[in-house]
């Protein structure tokens, strides 16, 4: 059996909740963080992704080791 990737997303504005919904969905990956500026952004995240933890500050993100693969939505 396969150790699931932890993605942790950048930005959870336009894009960043598809990207969520998806990364949430695979069977051999999870959903592990969510980096935004907007409070409200973070907590609408939350409330949907419990288990996934939310960050203001990505630097903070980038420390966390449980974290294999960050993803940065571009408009």
């Known amino acids: 059996m396969m150790t699931?990737?932890?993605f942790g997303i950048v930005g959870y504005g336009y894009w960043g909740p598809n990207?969520?919904?998806?990364f949430n969905a695979l069977t051999r990956g999870r959903l592990s963080a969510v980096c935004d500026l907007n409070?409200?952004?973070l907590?609408?995240?939350?409330?949907?992704?419990?288990?996934?933890?939310?960050y203001a500050d990505f630097?903070?993100?980038l420390r966390d080791s449980a974290i294999?693969?960050?993803v940065?939505?571009?408009r």
Do not use: C, E, V
């Open 59 to 61: 630097g903070q993100m």
């Open 68 to 70: 294999d693969a960050i």
């Open 72 to 74: 940065a939505p571009l």
């Open 43 to 54: 907590d609408r995240m939350h409330n949907l992704y419990p288990n996934a933890t939310a």
């Open 4 to 6: 699931p990737i932890n």
């Open 39 to 41: 409070a409200g952004r």
């Open 19 to 22: 990207l969520a919904r998806n």
